[in-house]
């Protein structure tokens, strides 16, 4: 597998490793048994909402610890507006780019920022915990990249079907049963959704 030489500088001299003493707002996403997680730690200035602090933990792979630490150095000295606006593909870019198969790790690295600015602003009142339905199901497949060419399942039109009724979550999926990434996207959809305590089952149907 072949990384871009800023990849391997940022595995080999991560920038902002380290768990943080008293932050303002801290994060996980991923999970060990699944081979990834990081977890996002942060430090706000109260009057200029400014990332003053940021760290982060990682269990993973090269790409993992990568773009958590890439990630990282760009969220700091921003706002929180402005790094809301970070995306995994910028994460991604600022590295020459990853491997299709590695792409999940940069979304991780993405999601795990957004979650702690968002647990932030929940703490602080700037923002309302936001109820669970279809749209956060289809926001999180959002997260799932489909590992052969780098993209999203939504874009890809790989879910032809989400329903939510009674805590059962229902997806139907439009991956075949010959496609060697299908049971890998399952088990992420799974790890995406369980977290949700509204979620007391899912069932994910493909043809």
């Known amino acids: ?35 990834d997680q990081v977890t996002v730690y942060l430090k706000v200035d109260d009057k200029t909402k400014t990332i ?24 700091k000295g921003k706002t929180l507006e402005e790094a809301k606006k970070i995306t995994w593909r910028d994460a991604m870019d600022a590295l020459d780019g990853l491997p299709p198969v590695k792409v999940h790790c940069s979304v991780l690295a993405a999601d795990t920022l957004q979650s702690a600015i968002s647990n932030y ?47 059962e979550v229902t997806i139907d999926m439009n991956i075949m049963k010959f496609d060697q990434w299908r049971d890998n996207i399952a088990e992420e959809i799974r790890e995406h959704l369980q977290k949700y305590p509204e979620v007391k089952k899912i069932t994910i149907n493909f043809p």
Do not use: W
Request: hydrophobic share 40%.
């Open 1 to 35: 597998m072949q990384y871009s030489q800023k990849v391997l500088d940022h595995f080999m001299h991560p920038h902002n490793v380290g768990k943080m003493e008293n932050p303002d707002a801290v994060a996980t996403e991923g999970s060990p048994a699944c081979g």
């Open 52 to 75: 003053t602090d940021i760290s982060f933990l990682s269990y993973g792979c090269a790409s993992n610890i990568a773009t958590a630490s890439i990630i990282t150095d760009m969220a």
């Open 121 to 167: 602003e929940i703490a602080h009142g700037l923002k309302e915990v936001p109820n669970f339905g279809k749209a956060t199901i289809e926001e999180e497949l959002r997260k799932i990249i489909y590992p052969q060419v780098g993209e999203d399942i939504i874009s890809l039109k790989m879910v032809k079907y989400i329903g939510f009724q009674d805590g």
